[in-house]
C-alpha cells in the first residue's frame, strides 16, 4: 500500500489537534495521560470488515459531537472524563480519521517513523 507517512499533512494535522491529549508517546504512564493515546482509539472503531468511508465517518461523528452515548470507550470516559467537544473543520477530521485508518498507530514501524518525523521538526 501507500507509505507509512503518504500522507504528512494529515499526520502533521494530528499531531497539532490531536496529540496533545491522545499522545503516541509509549513511554507515558496513565497519570500522564488526559486521553487514551490514539492507537487505542483506532483499536475500538477499526476491524477488517469496516470500510475506509463508514470508518471516517464514524469518527468524524463522535469527534463534532462527543457524547457518552455516542462512546464506543466506556472505560475512556470512566477514567478521563468525556471528550471536550474540539472545534475542528470537518475536512481536518477527515482526513486525520482516514489516517487512521491507513495506518496502524500500534506498530513500531509507524512509531519510528513518528519519532522521525519529530526530530525534523
Known amino acids: 500500500g501507500p507509505g507509512l507517512l503518504h500522507d504528512e499533512e494529515a499526520l502533521q494535522l ?9 499522545n503516541p508517546d509509549m513511554g507515558l504512564t ?3 495521560r488526559l486521553a487514551p493515546p490514539m492507537f487505542k482509539v483506532r483499536e475500538h472503531y477499526y476491524n477488517g470488515e469496516i470500510s475506509k468511508q463508514e470508518f471516517v465517518t464514524n469518527i468524524t461523528a463522535f469527534v463534532q ?16 472524563g ?11 477530521i477527515n482526513k486525520i480519521a482516514a489516517y487512521i485508518y ?6 513500531d514501524a509507524w512509531y519510528k517513523q513518528w ?7
Open 30 to 32: 496513565h497519570e500522564q
Open 14 to 22: 494530528m499531531a497539532t489537534l490531536c496529540f496533545s491529549c491522545h
Open 115 to 121: 519519532k522521525k518525523l519529530q526530530r525534523k521538526d
Open 65 to 80: 459531537n462527543p457524547t457518552k452515548e455516542a462512546s464506543r470507550m466506556p472505560g475512556a470516559i470512566r477514567n478521563f
Open 82 to 92: 468525556l471528550m471536550p467537544k474540539p472545534f475542528f473543520k470537518e475536512s481536518d
Open 102 to 107: 491507513d495506518n496502524d498507530l500500534s506498530s
